[in-house]
């Protein structure tokens, strides 16, 4: 019994100390594809500044801007463009975003299915593979073989701007059954591993050995590849920014992630990651 | 037992420092869980009063058009677990047999301990193997159905079936062994083969503990998340276009947990009707585990002779 | 032909059991095979980089530690007020029945549910953000019905002629609950942690919410916004990109080292779950 006690006391006074001395963490919280470079940046700035980073990626770019809006982060990963809808969702909050880089949004295709002979789809293509009115590739000339669309989570940046593109809209888009991804390598895990699939996902993540982005083809017949510099000339049109966002102007440890993002080093790790910099630059490949 | 017979002359206090502080206890663990349900009914209520019999009536569930349906997922729950049931009541019960009937006691120590053991395997770890390995089994084994890939109901449900596999294992063996050895030493002495044995005297009085351990194990199974999670394809609405159709088995599908532990509570958070549906879900699932596990206990205690 | 019964009977309930003790033990020893290649001093001592490409799981395994221990500091008191109200305080067989089918349902709420309540009422309510501290709180709750159940049945299978002594020796009641009842449960106090823990280590669905996340968090300062890395969400994020051999290999490690973990727990706490069997038999 008083053994017990002791411990139990013991216990006490650490959790009282551990309260005394609490540090406040910078929490961070969103889009996966946004995360490779915050998450290294972090690294970074815990390194060589001692910063106590929190970096969670559970629910997307929505799940990031729900966390911000709440309070339980002070920035937010976003891959997609701030919407009204995220504003008036939380009236109360000062949304500002800030933009780190660019990125293209590619739909891609397993190795049979690129190896069969598609390599890219036009606009009606895809809103038929979506509505499932087209079932089987060979109607686009490839192989004989079911698609399998795994459909992004809606919350997810990538999935919003594919609404936009597809249907002007998310809002538009058609309520559809899909088998669902969430996380960006997720869906690289499941289009590599299953034949005939297709996916939306950002086309730096695909690296054209397990998956493979399709081209868009636009409605002259000229096809898109999703290649950076398309998307910075902006003839791509499923290109997106990556930005990060806090609630009202950017304040101390906020601040110092901010402005790191935004330095010549920051800006190297979106161009290492495959990204498009701020400046337009990106890595050679 | 302190019951059985009072202690004679026991002098209480008025009051008990002891009496009070285990009350005291007890009553903290009681209103936590007790906390638990309340929190889900109260915080349920805006699908209540949005949608009311028609969320665990509707056939669909997108929450970017506030349609919220729980049958899809409760379809997938029992399809998953029935499956599960369907491997391994059989093999558990089966392998009781030889533990309790069939095999000495040394070998029935070995074979209880090492199934005691993997019984606690963390379903993570079950999970992984799911992905990794069982998958792709399942992939070809379903080919001649065209899946679109190795996720499916089934795939769930077969994982499940492993899973829960040592629990039933565990207490159908405690239900058989449970019969006094005195009447299978008679009936073997007056003639009756092991099989005779077993069926006639063995199995038929310890039904009500065998059918409490497969409650047991349906209750378990019901209420598993992680494991299924990572197989099942997290396909939302995926519901049986005829009646009895078996084909959705060969398909993605969603359950009560699989949605709880995925990404939409998060999504859910700030939002007061969509929280409110997820919450209805919780309700609904502690609701089934509940009713199940209720039953697989009072057939255990009847089997116990816990009066 | 009844010698046919049997024989086919035999072979049925052998082959059931061979099946059986081969998945469960072909289980373990997939896990164990193919884990131990990665297992070295670094991947204990390490923690984990590259998003689990690389690294060890040095803080997973400190996460987990916490938070069991946490866990039990949380259920050990509360089990025993509960086992303590359920043999000495409540009076009638029915109330006894009831506690105990009470405590059976308890035992059996779906761990996922845990972890939606944690998250409203730690991370909104309390306001705490992802803590260590609600993940041990809520893992208690999940491993107290086992706790309870085992000192209960501990404390049933004392031999009466201790408690009659003591009355006879004109103990009152909170005596005889302090200097019998209590030290002679001890063991099934232990034995029901042990097994409590090994269930514990492993949960993914509790500590989802509210206490985990999957990189950037060592050792936890303070309550509010401290999460832990641990290792059941270690290998249940990673499982989901499973793809990368490198990735792949880690896993194995991380699988292994939990499985390490629990099956110990549950080693240690087998000598008195079995003598507990038998003696039930035999009482």
């Known amino acids: 019994m008083l053994r017990t006690g002791k411990l139990l006391l013991t216990f006490g006074c650490l959790l009282a100390a551990g309260l005394a001395f609490a540090a406040k963490p910078l929490r961070i919280n969103g889009s996966t594809t946004v995360n490779p470079v915050v ?63 660019s990125d293209a949004v590619a739909l891609v295709v397993s190795r049979d299915v690129w190896v069969g002979g598609v390599h890219s789809l036009s606009k009606a293509e895809v809103q038929g593979i979506y509505e499932g009115r087209i079932r089987s590739w060979r109607e686009l000339g490839g192989s004989e073989r079911r698609i399998v669309f795994f459909n992004k989570e809606p919350g997810r940046g990538t999935w919003e701007v594919f609404a936009h593109w597809a ?17 960006n390598e997720e869906a690289l895990n499941k289009v590599a591993s299953t034949q005939g699939a297709i996916s939306q996902l950002s086309s730096s993540w695909a690296d054209g050995k397990r998956v493979f982005a ?46 790191f993002l935004l330095s010549p080093r920051g800006q190297a790790l979106v161009e290492k990651h495959g990204y498009l910099a701020v400046s337009g630059k990106a890595a050679a490949r | ?104 006691r040394r070998g029935r120590l070995a074979i209880k301990t090492a199934i005691e053991l993997l019984a606690g395997i963390p379903s993570v770890v079950y999970g992984l193997l799911g992905v990794l390995l069982l998958r792709n089994w399942m992939h070809r084994l379903l080919s001649p159905w065209e899946p679109l890939s190795g996720d499916t109901l089934l795939t769930g449900g077969v994982l499940l079936g492993v899973m829960v596999l040592p629990t039933i294992m565990t207490l159908a063996d405690d239900a058989l062994s449970g019969i006094p050895a005195a009447q299978r030493l008679a009936a073997r002495a007056l003639g009756l083969n092991r099989a005779e044995t077993a069926f006639r005297i063995s199995l038929r009085q310890a039904l009500p503990g065998l059918a409490s351990a497969v409650l047991l194990g349906l209750g378990r199974a019901l209420g598993e998340t992680i494991a299924v999670f990572l197989v099942i394809g997290r396909q939302d609405n995926q519901w049986p276009q005829r009646l009895l159709s078996l084909q959705p088995l060969t398909g993605a599908g969603q359950t009560l947990t699989t949605k709880l532990g995925g990404s939409e509570t998060f999504l859910a958070y700030g939002d007061l009707l969509h929280w409110g549906a997820m919450m209805g879900l919780s309700l609904v699932l502690f609701g089934v585990v509940a009713l199940v596990n209720l039953a697989g206990a009072r057939l255990a205690m009847r089997r116990d002779g816990r009066a | 032909m009844r010698r046919w019964l049997d024989r086919g009977f035999l072979l049925s309930v052998a082959l ?40 060890g799981v040095l803080y997973e395994i400190a996460g987990t530690l916490i938070l069991i221990v946490t866990a039990l500091a949380v259920s050990a008191p509360l089990a025993m007020g509960v086992a303590l109200v359920q043999v000495v305080y409540v009076n009638g ?21 845990f972890g939606v309540a944690g998250l409203m009422v730690f991370t909104r309510f309390l306001g705490w953000g992802k803590s260590w501290l609600a993940g041990g709180i809520l893992l208690g709750l999940m491993i107290l019905p086992t706790l309870s159940v085992a000192v209960i049945e501990r404390m049933r299978s004392l031999p009466r002629k201790y408690l009659e002594t003591a009355a006879g020796l004109g103990l009152s009641r909170s005596q005889i609950v302090w200097s019998v009842l209590v030290p002679q449960s001890a063991a099934g106090l232990i034995s029901g942690a042990l097994l409590g823990l090994a269930r514990a280590a492993g949960e993914t669905a509790p500590i989802l919410f509210a206490a985990a996340v999957f990189s950037g968090a060592g050792l936890p300062s303070g309550i509010r916004d401290s999460p832990v890395v641990a290792l059941p969400y270690h290998i249940f994020v990673l499982a989901q990109d499973s793809f990368d051999p490198a990735v792949e290999s880690h896993l194995w490690g991380a699988a292994f080292v939990l499985l390490a973990l629990v099956l110990g727990l549950s080693l240690a706490a087998l000598p008195a779950r079995l003598r507990l069997h038998e003696e039930a038999k035999n009482a």
């Not at chain 2, 420092?17 to 936590?32: D, E, Q």
């Not at chain 2, 805006?46 to 569930?61: K, N, T, V, Y």
Request: include cysteine.
């Open chain 1, 167 to 183: 249907y002007g809209d998310p809002q538009k888009a058609p309520l559809v059954n899909l088998p669902e991804v969430g996380a």
């Open chain 3, 93 to 113: 067989v029915e109330a006894r029945r009831r506690l105990l089918v009470a405590l059976y349902m308890a035992n059996a709420v779906p761990s996922v549910l």
């Open chain 1, 39 to 101: 998450a290294e940046a972090a690294e970074i700035l815990r390194a060589e500044r001692g910063l106590t980073i929190h970096v969670d990626t559970q629910g997307g770019s929505s799940g990031g801007i729900a966390a911000l809006g709440d309070g339980r982060a002070e920035i937010a990963m976003i891959s997609r463009p701030l919407e009204d809808e995220d504003r008036t969702r939380y009236p109360k909050a000062h949304f500002q975003p800030i933009r780190i880089g």
């Open chain 2, 1 to 104: 037992m302190i019951e059985a017979a009072p202690l004679p002359a026991i002098r209480r206090r008025r009051w008990e420092l002891t009496r009070l502080l285990s009350m005291g206890f007890a009553s903290l663990a009681a209103l936590a869980f007790l906390g638990m349900l309340a929190l889900f009914a109260v915080q349920s209520l805006p699908i209540w009063r949005h949608a009311g019999m028609d969320f665990l009536l509707g056939e669909s569930w997108f929450f970017r058009a506030q349609r919220f349906g729980v049958l899809p997922m409760v379809y997938g729950t029992l399809a998953v677990s029935a499956v599960a049931l369907l491997t391994a009541a059989p093999l558990g019960i089966g392998a009781a047999l030889l533990t309790a009937e069939v095999l000495p």
């Open chain 1, 214 to 259: 399709l081209g868009i083809k636009k409605e002259d017949g000229k096809v898109v590849q999703p290649a950076l510099t398309a998307v910075r000339d902006g003839s791509y049109p499923l290109a997106r920014p990556l930005q990060v966002v806090t609630d009202g102007p950017p304040r101390g440890e906020s601040k110092a992630l901010v402005d």
């Open chain 3, 16 to 55: 059931c059991g061979a099946v059986a003790c081969a998945i469960l033990l072909g289980i373990a020893g997939a896990i164990l095979w193919r884990g131990i290649d990665v297992l070295d001093w670094h991947f204990l001592t390490r923690e984990a980089l590259g998003a689990g490409a690389s690294g």
